[in-house]
């Protein structure tokens, strides 16, 4: 007699298309289910929407080309109250989008995040749609429960860090519609074009996912080829080479539509060796730190699924239907993984798109591991009086994992509950506003002032932070940056200006005079040596 495999997902799981007539539950219970989880996303997606989090650096060099876009023309920031390059910004469709968000709503913190908070409550129901069509509703809903209300970092919150102008959500955004019309291609030829667009755009918005998109539509691609159904491999590779070409056509547009707009883009050597290829062994050391405390649950969700995969594999059966597109979503989580774990600098952002891509399979288990989550399945399992050799170990994980998870929540809440809540930059804005004279140069690192400054600011250039992000790595830093180079009058140092070490020595050596602090900013004033009058 052949043993059950404790690690196979049922039929549900594995289906390779849709089951006619099959629904989970009446409609009116969908529908309650659907505004209840609407109404808290947009509640928590609106909630302290200009505080939480603090805005901070990477943030600022959107936000400030796409002021100076709206309000001037010029795509770019400014650098001593001239035009000056995009340099650290996000990619065009994100500053778009905040563009067109203060276009419509007018420029602020609150308006550009409003638009963020739009692509994850966007990309959260494409979250729930492309899992009700590779696995079922049940799985969908335990999908966005997961994602809402039972994050394992607070912030990896997807309403977190969707709301900061940050590439990564409108990224998941294309990539998850792209899946998602990949799920109808059986229905109409059409969905093909919906998936090259989507994609398209998912390339464009970030380079970090080109290789993992690839990656999965390699996988499905080889496994029918392998098969030869010729079919399956003819729409994947047709439409990678499309989504590929249209990358490139919408940066050719792009060039276009900017002309005479913007400045070229000084390039950053050794980006990639301090951003996606970092073999530093602390760093390393803090990826594996950062998967055992936030990540189990994860790894269980891919490896279970990995498992199946292999094992459909092993059958010699086909890959086609509503299984082409989920081996692209485990494909792409997977190989997203392999690169945070090996290459990436660790933390909370890297992890965030595998966590988020990953939660349909972590809910997949819970769901067949609990049996539709019937409690009563599971105690009879814990009791060794279910069915299958493996009911007992199946019902011991999937509490087991339950409580993992719960526990993870409740320290992520605890977390985010002990933060400080920060209103420091229309502060320290205001300050400067009321006390620096309209033409004084101010001198900062601090990118998220630019947003509402409106005085000539002065910030060290865009190879610095290549340098302060390899050289953090050393106990020792060697820098040539002379902050005092434009003249200024005023600095204003905070996060990154004490982390790059930048003004301490001026400090030290009285050329700088503390004004005022707020919050995470301190306001200096330049002391200038005095030249002694001259004895006629």
């Not at 196979?8 to 390779?16: E, F, G, K, Y």
């Not at 982390?499 to 004004?515: F, I, R, T």
């Amino acid at each position: 007699m052949e043993l059950e495999d404790p690690c196979a997902l049922s039929d549900v799981a594995r289906r390779d298309g849709p089951t006619p007539g099959k629904r989970d539950g009446p409609a009116w219970r969908r529908g309650v289910v659907a505004t209840v989880f609407a109404a808290a996303a947009i509640l928590m997606g609106l909630f302290e929407l200009d505080r939480t989090p603090a805005p901070w650096w990477d943030e600022g060099w959107t936000l400030c080309v796409a002021r100076q876009w709206v309000e001037t023309g010029h795509y770019g920031c400014l650098l001593e109250g001239r035009p000056a390059p995009p340099i650290l910004a996000g990619h065009f469709p994100v500053v778009a989008s905040v563009a067109a968000g203060f276009q419509l709503l007018g420029v602020g913190l609150w308006q550009a995040r409003f638009i963020g908070v739009l692509y994850s409550v966007l990309t959260l129901a494409l979250l729930y749609g492309l899992t009700a069509r590779c696995f079922d509703q049940k799985v969908a809903t335990v999908t966005l429960v997961l994602a809402l209300f039972l994050p394992v970092n607070w912030q990896m919150h997807p309403l977190i860090l969707g709301r900061q102008v940050l590439g990564e959500m409108p990224m998941l955004c294309f990539l998850l519609a792209g899946y998602l019309c990949a799920t109808f291609l059986h229905r109409h030829p059409g969905w093909w074009v919906g998936a090259v667009g989507c994609w398209g755009l998912a390339l464009w918005t970030k380079a970090q996912v080109r290789p993992f998109w690839t990656l999965s539509l390699t996988v499905p691609l080889m496994w029918s080829l392998a098969r030869r159904d010729w079919r399956t491999s003819f729409w994947v590779s047709s439409a990678g080479a499309a989504a590929w070409g249209l990358f490139l056509l919408l940066g050719e547009l792009k060039s276009l539509v900017l002309a005479g707009h913007t400045l070229p883009t000084p390039t950053m050597t050794g980006l990639l060796q301090a951003s996606a290829l970092v073999f530093a062994p602390r760093v390393r050391m803090d990826a594996v730190i950062f998967t055992a405390t936030f990540l189990v649950p994860t790894l269980c969700g891919l490896g279970v699924a990995v498992w199946s995969t292999v094992a459909h594999w092993r059958t010699g059966d086909a890959i086609h239907g509503l299984a082409v597109p989920r081996v692209m979503l485990l494909t792409f989580a997977v190989s997203w993984f392999g690169w945070f774990f090996c290459l990436s600098l660790g933390g909370a952002r890297y992890a965030f798109p595998m966590w988020f891509a990953a939660s349909p399979f972590v809910a997949a288990i819970i769901v067949e591991w609990s049996h539709g989550l019937d409690l009563r399945a599971v105690r009879r399992g814990l009791r060794g009086q279910g069915d299958g050799p493996w009911s007992k170990a199946r019902a011991l994980a999937v509490v087991s994992l339950a409580l993992l998870l719960c526990w993870m929540a409740v320290q992520a809440r605890i977390h985010f509950k002990g933060r400080e809540a920060d209103q420091a930059l229309p502060q320290v804005v205001e300050y400067l506003h009321e006390h620096v004279p309209t033409g004084a140069m101010i001198e900062t690192y601090e990118s998220e002032l630019f947003l509402l400054l409106d005085r000539p600011y002065h910030y060290p250039p865009a190879e610095l932070n290549v340098d302060l992000i390899r050289q953090g790595w050393h106990a020792q830093r060697h820098l040539t940056y002379d902050p005092l180079q434009a003249d200024p009058a005023f600095v204003v140092v905070g996060e990154f200006g004490r982390w790059a070490n930048l003004y301490q020595s001026l400090v030290d050596e009285g050329q700088l005079k503390l004004l005022h602090r707020v919050g995470r900013y301190q306001v200096y004033e330049r002391v200038r040596a005095r030249v002694p009058a001259v004895t006629p």
